[in-house]
């Protein structure tokens, strides 16, 4: 079993920077494909980033191409995504996933363990 606990969000103004955090224990992450997801109110959850184990392989959603960028320190178990260039749209509680198959996935429902999330709100 993999607990996965999320920090790092909050309020930022327009065009500020956040990074996040998901810390996982209870099991080794080094396994998994890691990915982070997004949820607004009254939308779906949709995806945002997702990486590889080995970090060598990432992928974005085309919302936040160019401006976040996951990356992962298997050595601490921690997962990371950097936000710059934030933008209102980008407001939502960010969710961290473990995904125990070994390819890529951008759907939640390729994932197996879920953090509890972090709120980030983009606002001026």
């Known amino acids: 079993q993999v607990q996965l606990v999320e920090s790092g969000g909050g309020l930022v103004q327009p065009g500020g920077s956040l990074r996040l955090s998901c810390a996982a224990s209870g099991r080794t992450v080094i396994s998994y494909y890691m990915g982070w997801f997004r949820q607004a109110p009254g939308k779906e959850r949709e995806f945002v980033a997702t990486i590889s184990r080995s970090g060598g392989i990432t992928r974005y959603a085309d919302s936040v191409k160019g401006r976040f960028t996951i990356s992962r320190d298997n050595t601490k178990n921690t997962v990371y995504l950097q936000m710059n260039s934030l933008k209102p749209e980008d407001t939502a509680v960010y969710y961290c996933?473990?995904?125990?198959?070994?390819?890529?996935?951008?759907?939640?429902?390729?994932?197996?363990?879920w953090g509890q999330g972090t709120q980030v709100t983009v606002s001026s």
């Open positions: 996933a473990g995904r125990r198959n070994t390819n890529v996935g951008v759907t939640p429902n390729e994932y197996d363990y």
